[in-house]
């Protein structure tokens, strides 16, 4: 074994082995024994939002259709629920927004800003095909759908010789839309 020098390294030049690596190749004080660091490389964990926003989707919107990003379906179905009366979804829609503006800083500003909704369900149905018109659409309250006659008149025909009692026709009565404009068949009986 060799003796310890008096340079405070813990051994002399000589010694090299295990735990006594040459002073040549020793660190230097101050200086990382990684200056690069650990490479940067893509976490697996990270869920690729701009990849998925970025998408294209495709819209329908009277009766047309059109291709827009994910992230833009995304906000104009917020813009639509919270139009519907949906708080929390304006709420999000109103954030995006304000988000995507502060982002985008300051440049032209939009003159026109056209708001397409987008439907989903059975509104979007009864609506798109005219077979029914909704009546107080901003009212929760009050949400109704009236009929329109011309799709009273082809379920009345597809009865047949079914004939519909006293309160099922009352009740089609109160759902029709212009109710002076429906042919209604001679065993008809509720009227105003």
Known sequence: ???PSSNGQG???KSVGYANPPRSSRFRKGQSGNPKGRPRGKRKSDIPYDHVLGQMVTVREDGRERRITA???II??????????DSAA?????TAIETARSQR?????IKVLRIVLIGMGIESILGTLGIATKKYPLDEKRVRWEINPWAVEAALARLGDRKLTEAEQQEVWNCTRMRHKVNWPDWWTVTD
Not at 76 to 85: E, F, I, V
Not at 105 to 109: H, L, N, Q, S, V
């Open 76 to 85: 104009l179905q917020l813009t639509q629920r919270g139009l519907a009366g």
């Open 1 to 3: 074994m060799t003796e």
């Open 11 to 13: 051994s002399s030049p």
């Open 90 to 94: 304006a709420r999000s829609s109103l």
């Open 71 to 73: 992230a833009e379906a």
């Open 105 to 109: 800083g300051e440049g032209p500003r």
